[in-house]
């Protein structure tokens, strides 16, 4: 039995971390009564001013370890406005570390070679598609995709049963539009496997995080992984660093203390942990550290870390694979993209990082600008070899500035970044925010336009010769059929508009 006058401090422990028996040098004598009458405004306080400060001590004398992007962030070094960022970029470029792990890496190979040798076949429609001018061909493979934030998020997005329920109404009708869609924020396993499995009559093809290769098959695997998503010895160092240097030293800001000094255990915890720790968290993302809550579950049960990502193909997809951003590392969400080869278009589909909370948490950078800018910059060297026949769909959480169109600006860099080579279809056209002040599922009171199908800027031209004849850049699911706190954007062929 536990003392009662220690009971509403054990309740915001077991709120906060799981069991306090957990809590080797745990001491509810000291734990200041206040906390408890504010668990939820806890995490909720002034950021006013200290925007990027702590995470800047947490970042410096930290030695980040990459090469590919280098170049990238040294040209942008150059460029004045960024040069405010430039003191914490501290990376080493003599142990630079690749993005795929070897286990991945030989996954992926064996799943392209799987998914070739099945679609040598079915190669009638390449054969006929070759026999037209090669530019007008590569143009036409650009057209009927789509990029859609489906927000299936269970806490974040408000209403999830209700649109989960309505999205999967819609791909059951045979109303998900184009030949080659990339999905963003399908969190949960689950809900991906349903979408795969309800849109294979219509789109056979798909790539996901969660895509394995066992024997020699590639396979959307329907069994439950069986390890725990959290070891009790990592979520344990993070809880006791937590009490250690805030809860016992009575901090006044908890989540500002946290940030300023256990970030290295926040990162130690494996990304499964924290993706499963993290996975209920609030609206509010300052609210982060109350995922904790999760402790006790994600300890004892197995996680699925999606990425949020799948692409659907009606096309034969001859070339897949699956790369996380921070491989190695942990961060609060997990950033990655997927990439198929689709009529010998390099297909990306990727979700980057936003301003997630006002201070910096994920310790690999020393803020989101600059973690947008290295996942945009290894999206881009990746995407460079073959640019010319390159496609990038996604949520880029960038968006430009169009006073006239009332659209305001967001990371502005990393959109200097992303349209250095390839520009928008959709913007020269449409120019209707994304992410909306009117959506009533939004909580941001500015329209942006972050949701992008990026065509390479060499075929400016042809593309935009074409819109309004045979090409037509749309902003879809922004109608009866809202689902999302983002509306989708369309490339459709007239093809496509005819289905
Ligand atoms: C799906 O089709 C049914 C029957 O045609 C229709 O009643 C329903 O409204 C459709 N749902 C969506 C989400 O389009
Ligand atoms: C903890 O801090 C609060 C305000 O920040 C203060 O009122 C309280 O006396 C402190 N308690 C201890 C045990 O230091
Ligand atoms: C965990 O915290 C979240 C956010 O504060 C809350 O909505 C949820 O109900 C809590 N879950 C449990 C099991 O206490
Ligand atoms: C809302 O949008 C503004 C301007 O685009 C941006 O600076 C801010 O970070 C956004 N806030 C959230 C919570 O997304
Ligand atoms: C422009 O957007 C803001 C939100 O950022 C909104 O409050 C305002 O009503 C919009 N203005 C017009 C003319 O649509």
Redesign the pocket.
Known sequence: MRNAPCIIAILWVV?TFGSPHRQAHANHAIYPKTYSDS??GLIIKQFAGLNGRVGQEVGNGRTLKDTENFQLIRELESDPSYSEMKPSLMYDQSSGKGHLSKGRKSAANAMEKRIQKRHIKKSKKTKKSKKRGSKDRIVNAMLGTVTFNVGLHP?VVPEYETRRAKFIEIIENGSLPGDVVCLQEVWEADDLREIISKTRTDFPFSVSALHQTIDGDTVFPTANPSIPACTLAEVNAVSQCFFNNCLANNATDLFLCFVGNCVPEYQALSQVCLACLLA???RNPK?LL??F??TEFCATTPYEVTYGLVILSKRPIEDASFVDYHEGYSVSVPRGYLRAKVSDIHVFCTHTTPVLTDVYIDGRFSSYAEQSLYELGTLLNAANPDLERSLLLGDFNTSPSIPDANITSQLPLSYDLLVQNYFSPYLETVTLCTFCYDNWLTYNLSNVIIDHVLVPKSWRDLIMAKVNREATPLRIFDGDDTVSDHYGVALFSQENQEE
């Open positions: 709120l668990v939820d806490t209920r968290q609030s609210e109350a995922s809550n999760r």
